[in-house]
Structure formats: structure tokens, C-alpha cells
């Protein structure tokens, strides 16, 4: 089915350890976005890609870095996991600003 | 700056009632309006959005959601909601840069 797919759906850190965690959209969305969620706290922008070869920070960035590897592909890297960072992270996409994002299923990380 | 702001945290609601969850905006300008829906677990799923025109906006699910420019509100309503409606509920308006501000949520709880 078409839509975003985030890879992996669990995942548990210690601290200091890195991560990637990946998000590809079938769907020639152009815009793409990483959110943290946590409780009480509604979703937060950490890095947004409005276009391939382009990426800029949200409301969250520190500790994080993205790449958009191609128009599909947008990952999210933790170079230095901290417990912070324990959140459920979403990545989204839209083809336009006239339209809604499609959010994938989520990435609930533990950092211990 | 902008801000969106769902009042209430947690709302109960009986089985086969109806249903009224409140967002306010603040935006000088006609908002780009949205409300999403998060059952657990999962992402978020657009349920509907406002650009212009008329203001009673009809979406997925039996849901509906009214723009009044005068109470900068957006509140979504559904005539008899079905404990399949349980979940967590997000209004979102769009910023001057394209992209999303997010509300805290709403947890809507059916009662059988």
C-alpha cells in the first residue's frame, strides 16, 4: 500500500549510542518532516525537508541531524542518544502545501 | 506567534452522543485549518482541513468541523460517535512558512 514507512517500529538505546532511523514515501511527496511526540506535548518539528536536496530546522533540532538521501528517503540520525531523547518519532510527507501530511506508524525509542 | 490550543485535555463521552472537541487559533490572516486523528499506537490520519470558502467542512468518518472567523475557533463535531471514535484528536493550523502548529491534543473516551 502507498504511503510513509518508518523503519524500525521499537528500539532501545543506551546512552552515548547512535542511531538512524529511516522513512521512505512512495507517494513523489516533495515536502518531508520529522516530529517528536510526547505526552502532553502535541507534536514537534525537529527537521523538515521542503524539497529534495533541502533540509532545515524545526522547533527541536539539538541532538539530531537529517539527510534527504533522495525524493523517497529522509532519515533521522542520533549521533549521541541521551534520555531526552525517549519520544515516539514520527515522519511525515505531503506533495504540496494545498495538502495534508501522511504520517507513518511511528518509532518508539527507549534511551537508557 | 502563532498558537493553537485544544482546551480540553480529556473528553467522555457516551456511546451514540454527540460530540463538539474545541480549537482556537490565533492568526491574523484566514488560516489553512486542520484536524487529525492518532488511534493508539498508530500515526496520524487527516480527517479534514479548511482553506476557504465554506465554512462548514465535511471529512472522513461522519465528521465535520465549523471555521468561525469570529471566535477564531475550528471545532470538530460528529452527530453520534461509536466507540470505534475513541482516540486522540489534533487540530493543527498552518504558519507563514507552510508548515504545521500543532495542538496539544484532545483524548476523547467512549463510555459503553
Known amino acids: 500500500n502507498a504511503g510513509v514507512t518508518q523503519t524500525p517500529k521499537f528500539q532501545v538505546l543506551k546512552t552515548g549510542q547512535s542511531m538512524t532511523l529511516q522513512c521512505a514515501q512512495d507517494?513523489?511527496?516533495?515536502?518531508m518532516y520529522w516530529y517528536r511526540q510526547d505526552p502532553g506535548m502535541g507534536l514537534r518539528l525537529i527537521y523538515y525537508?521542503?524539497?529534495?536536496?533541502?533540509?532545515d530546522k524545526g522547533e527541536v533540532p539539538n541532538g539530531y541531524n537529517v539527510s534527504r538521501l533522495n525524493k523517497r528517503e529522509f532519515s533521522l540520525r542520533l549521533e549521541s542518544a541521551a534520555p531526552s531523547q525517549t519520544s515516539v518519532y514520527f515522519c511525515?510527507?505531503?506533495?504540496?502545501?494545498?495538502?495534508?501530511?501522511?504520517f507513518g506508524s511511528g518509532t518508539r525509542l527507549t534511551v537508557v | 506567534a502563532q498558537s493553537v490550543t485544544q482546551p480540553d485535555i480529556h473528553i467522555t463521552v457516551s456511546e451514540g452522543a454527540s460530540l463538539e472537541l474545541r480549537c482556537n487559533y490565533s492568526?491574523?490572516?484566514?488560516?489553512?485549518l486542520f484536524w487529525y486523528v492518532q488511534s493508539p499506537g498508530q500515526g496520524l490520519q487527516l480527517l479534514l482541513k479548511?482553506?476557504?470558502?465554506d465554512t462548514l467542512v465535511q471529512g472522513i468518518k461522519g465528521f465535520e468541523a465549523e471555521f468561525k472567523r469570529s471566535q477564531s475557533s475550528f471545532n470538530l463535531r460528529k452527530p453520534s460517535v461509536h466507540w470505534s471514535d475513541a482516540a486522540e484528536y489534533f487540530c493543527?493550523?498552518?504558519?507563514?512558512?507552510?508548515?504545521?502548529?500543532w495542538g496539544a491534543g484532545t483524548k476523547l473516551i467512549i463510555k459503553p
Open positions: 493543527a493550523s498552518m504558519d507563514s512558512n507552510y508548515q504545521l502548529i
Open positions: 525537508s521542503a524539497s529534495e536536496g533541502t533540509t
Open positions: 507517494m513523489n511527496h516533495n515536502s
Open positions: 479548511y482553506f476557504s470558502g
Open positions: 492568526y491574523g490572516a484566514t488560516p489553512y
Open positions: 511525515a510527507s505531503r506533495f504540496d502545501t494545498a495538502y495534508g501530511y501522511t
